[in-house]
């Protein structure tokens, strides 16, 4: 057996800990944050400082270190919040856009968000969203044609529940947010001009080019229900 002499050795100091989904294991688990410092080291002796390394992120389960980007994807518990959020607030855009007179499209609408897991979701609690947005824009519509297309406070809910999840979902699981939404305004007849424009720009807040967008909402109304 050959005994090295000399060499450089790391020591890895925790500086933070979490949860995380990992790339070696495929899955959410706890990880420490680590910031390494190198030392020449004689007979396994630390003796001389050579910098530090890191930090990085290690892995409860693999002990595998991966890059502090690893922490920028959600875990699986945290992407199925975002998910369901997500789908509640394109709900709610396009009920504000084409009104809630519809006893069909609110049905549509409460199955859809039910099924992305808010399981107690009624038709008359997203009336009511729907009513308490409308009156804190000082309209009758948070979405009005005549106007704006796109009401200021639910733009803003748009875009925050969609654009931080886009990165992280295929193309088929961002075209299933918007479809989602393009079912629950033909649930009543065929689009309304809010309506288009409120689906236009959950495309956009989903990193779907406006081509895409447009080309899945023309299937979408070819499609019998």
Not at 95 to 116: N, Q, Y
């Amino acid at each position: 057996m050959k005994l090295r002499i000399c060499g450089i050795r790391t020591i890895w100091d925790p500086v933070g800990d979490g949860e995380f989904f990992c790339p070696g294991c495929g899955g959410d688990r706890n990880y420490r944050r680590l910031i390494g410092r190198r030392r020449f080291a004689v007979l396994g002796v630390p003796m001389v400082r050579r910098g530090t390394v890191g930090p990085v992120v290690e892995c409860a389960a693999c002990r595998g270190h991966f890059g502090t980007d690893a922490l920028d994807h959600p875990t699986t518990t945290r992407l199925s919040a975002m998910l369901r959020d997500a789908v509640h607030t394109v709900a709610l855009g396009v009920l504000a856009a084409g009104g809630t007179t519809s006893r069909t499209v609110l049905e549509t609408a409460a199955a859809i968000v039910r099924g992305a897991g808010f399981d107690d979701c009624t038709e008359e609690q997203l009336c009511t969203v729907v009513e308490v947005l409308a009156a804190d824009t000082g309209h009758g519509s948070v979405f009005d044609p005549a106007a704006e297309a796109c009401g200021a406070a639910l733009a803003i809910e748009l875009h925050e529940a969609l654009e931080p999840l886009a990165p992280h979902l295929a193309p088929a699981g961002r075209e299933s947010i918007l479809l989602q939404g393009a079912r629950i305004a033909l649930a009543d007849g065929p689009y309304g001009q809010a309506e288009r424009e409120v689906l236009t720009a959950v495309g956009s807040a989903l990193q779907l080019c406006a081509q895409d967008t447009a080309r899945l909402l023309a299937e979408a109304a070819r499609t019998p229900s």
